[in-house]
């Protein structure tokens, strides 16, 4: 792995389909691709019809998770890749266009071993 | 799920173990049970001797992760837990204790539904 990171933690108001276990592992999985990553696994747990979902891409550059809350139409996706290579724009992005998010707000901090502290982006 | 949670990254520095996928299964198993929280399912990925393990914990109030790089002694973790019952510094303190970190620095986002925008606690 390489020698710093980007986690990224994104929260998507106004979704769709959060209680669809085909849906949230197809948006992980775009997700993935997007960011150019490397699939491990991906494992999703449902609390069944109307309910959340919740669910880990394990990467081999860290992890995307997602969490849903649909009676809010609101999911908690948190974007933690290794190396600057990645494209977490494009990740963020497929995730809420499968989702059909109609407002996102996402912050941004770096994380590593070489930094002293680590700060907020 | 509860109303809101609480996402709390840390970096752990002078770690030892952090290629024994056994201590990080140990590690992940006792900071779900100090937080009182509910494990659905643990997922490994290692790495090889002396590289790196990426582990989540999936839980039923959110996720913890954790990613090792051993050449570095050094672990990314996050702990995100919807609720406000359970015990992110007891959690964070598991962790600690079992990789041997002497040093941890971290941050907390309080994340959810019910906030207009997400803000750094």
Not at 11 to 29: H, K, P, Q, T, V
Not at 60 to 86: N, V
Request: proline letters at 2%; hydrophobic letters at 45%; charged letters at 20%.
């Amino acid at each position: 792995m390489q020698f710093d990171g980007t986690h990224l933690l994104a929260d998507l108001f106004g979704c769709s389909g959060l209680d669809d276990m085909a849906r949230i592992d197809r948006a992980l999985r775009d997700a993935v691709e997007a960011a150019r990553a490397t699939l491990l696994d991906i494992r999703l747990h449902g609390f069944g019809p109307g309910a959340g979902v919740t669910g880990v891409a394990l990467l081999a550059e860290s992890h995307i998770s997602i969490h849903t809350w649909p009676e809010r139409d609101y999911a908690a996706i948190d974007i933690f890749l290794c190396g600057r290579r990645h494209d977490l724009d494009a990740a963020l992005s497929a995730l809420a266009t499968i989702l059909a998010a109609d407002r996102v707000e996402q912050q941004r901090i770096t994380r590593g071993y070489a930094l002293a502290s680590p700060a907020t982006a």
